[in-house]
Nanobody, 127 residues
Framework: EVQLQASGGGLVQPGGSLRLSCAAS????????IGWFRQAPGKGREGVSCISSLGGSWYYANSVKGRFTISRDNAKNTVYLQMNSLKPEDTGVYYC????????????????????WGKGTLVTVSS
């Protein structure tokens, strides 16, 4: 059974930092792209950042470029999202996801959505 568990969310002041983790199991982790998505209150889900299976390529939404960094540790079956200089508009539930197939592109998946999702973690940026 595929499992994707996001953690690390919380309440942080504007300008602060958080690191999210996505722990995966139930599939051959190093063969799949993984993505981070978020859903703000009253809005649709958007792709924040996605990374290729071996970690050599990545995508960032324009709204987070220069502030967020995605990485993965295939030995630990975990993907991270380091979020710095957080803004109130970064508030939302953050999910990690994977495509159904090993051939699924990190870029296409980030722009168009992925197929298998974990439960999210809430990030609240507020003073």
């Amino acid at each position: 059974e595929v499992q994707l568990q996001a953690s690390g969310g919380g309440l942080v002041q504007p300008g602060g930092s958080l690191r999210l983790s996505c722990a995966a199991s139930g599939f051959k982790f190093d063969e799949y792209a993984i993505g981070w998505f978020r859903q703000a209150p009253g809005k649709g889900r958007e792709g924040v950042s996605c990374i290729s299976s071996l970690g050599g390529s990545w995508y960032y939404a324009n709204s987070v470029k220069g502030r967020f960094t995605i990485s993965r540790d295939n030995a630990k079956n975990t993907v991270y999202l380091q979020m710095n200089s957080l803004k109130p508009e970064d508030t939302g539930v953050y999910y990690c996801a994977k495509p159904r197939s090993q051939a699924g592109s990190y870029y296409y998946g980030c722009v168009n959505g992925m197929d298998e999702w974990g439960k999210g973690t809430l990030v609240t940026v507020s003073s």
